[in-house]
């Protein structure tokens, strides 16, 4: 089988292009993975780029002319469609941004599967779609579907364009919407972004909202490995799951593990109000009894994806601290 | 008030614009319309157009700078945007095509409007967003939302956009998702298609599907007061209703009724399969009560605006027959 990863040097990407690679979950025969760096770093996956099975191209998914140059020479049979604008705060100041890097490039990609007779895709999505849910922990089936982040919204009109491919074409989908996901090779959220401040300046960190938000944190590993395993056990033309954990960590929670870990006399200060930022949802919980049900649940609770997490980047962004 | 009216030469467009001039449901100090004249046509308000409260453009709505540049001028409270394309099976044929139309012509009317600090926004959205939905009448909160059109994933994305607008920007919203609307001034649509094609050739009426397919027809007069009603009524941020009537009419009757228009001998022949073409949804119901709780309903039942929007369109597209 070949995969084509888009986002492939992304936080995830990268660590799903390790996991494919080492072949554990799922062989590949082919690795063809895109992405521009703008978030993601070459570093991630150096080491494998030489490996005559990975195919490397540095370049966006809106350049749709040499996108098409890829999927022409490859054919890819699997498309993992990961690339996207992860910071949902910068969506709300350059209005087009997720528009472009979400909308438009995931269109780009649907676009040049149809051409060449890809049909499967997986696709990273997020429980953003479902905006300020009245229902906690939210189901797959939520509805009235309103993400008040141009993010969420900009994932929402992919899975539109992905289930209307899928009916059109005969494209087949899997579709995960995630809560937050940590680790290895994190580029940014909460605690990348606190132990980016604490390196700065470790006796304040300050912290955006009253530290009282609570959404589930999964494992970087954890995601890989139930991404893999929905692929290999939803057989449904649309598939789609919340890929999660049940319960949540407070923002709180994270700040003080950062600064337990910096083992700095540390200040937190909250810059109030119950949301983190415009766009922000501040309680995110999310059913998870779909992909129970199909036989998988993460390893690790939130709180210990979270721990974790800190051990792994600190070690990447802080090490000896 | 100064309401801006995208699509406002089209169909449902034309009627609105001229139930606005009129000023018995909302009276407005100056309306603006834009239309690119693709679908509608200068001659459904040619006799409005000299009038010195109204101003028309002629242009697209991917033209971001000619679309600021009115907005520029004109700083509409409230913006009623209709403009789309329409025909659904034209979108899988060209896949970019609800996309650009839709999506990326949405996003610059909410761009415009953020720039000049317009509120308001009146949105036609669909009942295709719900897809193949499992659950008839369909309700305003069904979810999963997956649709099968390009034409759905568009207007879904649309949606989105609207309500992270909302969230970001403080607009407020009127999301209303038309079955399908029938009446003077059709511009598309099985009946608008099957009088075109009897004009042609009377002795045989070709119809996609088993003509089975059965939906909700709104006439555009109820639709228009629909949509009045509810801007006037619900004072949500993001408000949304499924705006039909209860019920709905099938394909066949459809089909007979503008054979019996004709009075022509005519073979109506099916090219049979459950659907009329690839993203068609067969069977539509929706669940109106959302705009019956408000105090409104529709005037004329499914049959009843089937049968005027024949009466009709027959005086516009075959007078004297």
Redesign the interface.
């Known amino acids: 089988m070949k995969i084509l990863i888009t986002g492939g040097a992304g936080f995830i990407g990268s660590n799903l292009v390790r996991t494919l690679h080492e072949g554990s979950l799922l062989s590949a025969d082919e690795l063809v993975v895109i992405d521009n760096l703008s978030l993601g770093r070459r570093e991630f996956i150096a080491d494998l780029i030489d490996d005559s099975r990975l195919f490397f191209y540095e370049q966006d998914l809106l350049d749709a002319e040499s996108l098409h140059a890829v999927f022409d020479k490859h054919r890819p049979d699997l498309v993992w469609h990961l690339s996207a604008n992860s910071d949902i705060g910068y969506g709300?100041k350059f209005?087009?941004w997720d528009?472009k890097q979400g909308?438009?490039a995931t269109?780009n990609v649907?676009?040049a599967m149809?051409r060449v007779g890809t049909k499967k895709v997986v696709f990273a999505s997020t429980s953003a779609?479902y905006?300020e849910a009245t229902v906690l922990p939210t189901p797959?089936?939520?509805?009235?579907?309103?993400?008040?982040?141009?993010y969420?919204?900009?994932k929402?009109?992919c899975?539109?364009?992905i289930?209307?491919?899928c009916?059109?074409f005969g494209f087949q989908a899997w579709i995960y919407r995630f809560g937050n996901i940590v680790g290895k090779n994190g580029t940014h959220g909460a605690l990348v972004d606190f132990i980016g401040k604490l390196k700065k300046s470790p006796n304040r960190l300050p912290v955006l909202g009253n530290g009282k938000q609570a959404k589930p944190y999964l494992h970087v590993s954890d995601c890989i490995e139930g991404m893999v395993f929905g692929f290999q056990h939803a057989n449904e033309q649309?598939n789609?799951f919340n890929l999660a954990c049940p319960g949540a960590t407070s923002v709180t929670a994270l700040a003080e593990a950062v600064v337990e870990a910096f083992g700095t006399d540390t200040q937190i200060e909250y810059s109030g109000g119950t949301r983190g930022w415009?766009?922000d949802v501040p309680q995110v919980r999310l059913d998870t009894s779909r992909m129970t049900s199909l036989g998988w649940q993460a390893r690790y609770s939130s709180d210990q994806a979270a721990a974790k997490a800190v051990e792994e980047l600190m070690e990447q962004m802080a090490p000896g601290v």
């Open positions: 709300a209005t087009d528009l909308t438009l269109y649907l676009e149809r779609i905006g797959e089936d939520y509805g009235p579907l309103f993400p008040i982040s141009l969420g919204a900009s929402l009109a899975e539109g364009l289930s209307s491919f009916h059109n649309v789609y415009v766009g």
